[in-house]
C-alpha cells in the first residue's frame, strides 16, 4: 500500500522525467534536423524545412561534399583536423599536467602569485590577445602555418592545469614521501605515482582539447590561408557562398561525418570524463 509521501515523490519524478525529455527533444531537435537534411535535395531542404523525414533519401550529398572543392576533397581536410587536434591534444595533455604537478606539490618562489597569473589569464576572451598573438606570430613568420595553432598548446592551456591541480592535491601526500623514501625523485614520483593516478583527468583533458581544436574556426580563419591546409571546421564554410547558391545539402552532409569523431571519443570516453569532473570538484 502506497503512502501519500510515495505517491507524491512518484508524481514528482514523473514529472521530472517529462520536462527532462522533453527538453532534450528540443535541445538535439537542430542536430536532427541537420543529419536527416543531409539526404534531401538541396532544394527541398528548405521547401519542407518542417518536415524531417525526406521525400527520398539521397547518398548524393554526401558523394559531392566529400569532393570538396576546387580541387580539394574533404578527406584532405579531415587529415588536417586529425593533425591539428592529435598534435595540440598530445601538447596541452602532458604540458598541463606537468604544470599542474608543480603546482600542487613543488614548493618554488611567487608560486601563489604564478597560480593566480595563471587563473586570470583563464579570464581574458581570445579576442582581446588574438591581435597581439597574430602580431607575435607574423613577426615569428609563424603564419600560414600549423605554428601558431598548436605549438601554443605545448606550455600548458588554464583550465586543464587547474584541473590538474585539483585533482593532485585529493593524492595523499604519503604517497610522495613514501617513494622519496625509496630513492624516487621528483620526476620519477611524478612518471610512476602521479600520473596513474590522474588518469581521469588526464582522459577529460585529452576529450575536451581535442574537441575545442576540432571545432576550432577562428584560427584557422586567422592563420591559414592555403586550402591545401584547412581543417574541417574551415572547409565547411567555403560550401556557403553569399553571391551564388550555397550547397547546403552538401554542406549538412559534411557537417555530420565532422561529428562523428566526437561522437565516438565522447561515447568510448564518457566513463573517464565523468569520473574526472565528478572526482576532481569533490577532491578540489
Known sequence: MKTGYQEKKLFTTAIYHVFTFLFACVMIYPLVWMVMSSFKNTNEIFRTAASLLPEKFTFENYKVGWRGFAGYGFGNFFKNSFIIAGLSTV???????????????????????????????????????????????????????????IVPQFFGQGFFIFLNVQFIRGIPIDLDEAARMDGCTIYSIFIRIILPLVKPSLVTSAIFSFMWRWDDFLAALLYLSDPLKYPVSYALKMFSDPTAGSDWGAMFAMATLSLIPIFVIFLTMQKYLVEGIASTGIKG
Open 91 to 149: 601538447g596541452a595533455v602532458i604540458s598541463s599536467a606537468v604544470v599542474g604537478y608543480g603546482f600542487a606539490r613543488i614548493d618554488f618562489k611567487f608560486k601563489g602569485f604564478w597560480f593566480a597569473c595563471m587563473l586570470l589569464a583563464m579570464m581574458l576572451p581570445f579576442q582581446v590577445i588574438m591581435i597581439p598573438q597574430y602580431i607575435i606570430f607574423n613577426k615569428m613568420g609563424w603564419v600560414g602555418s600549423y605554428l601558431p595553432i
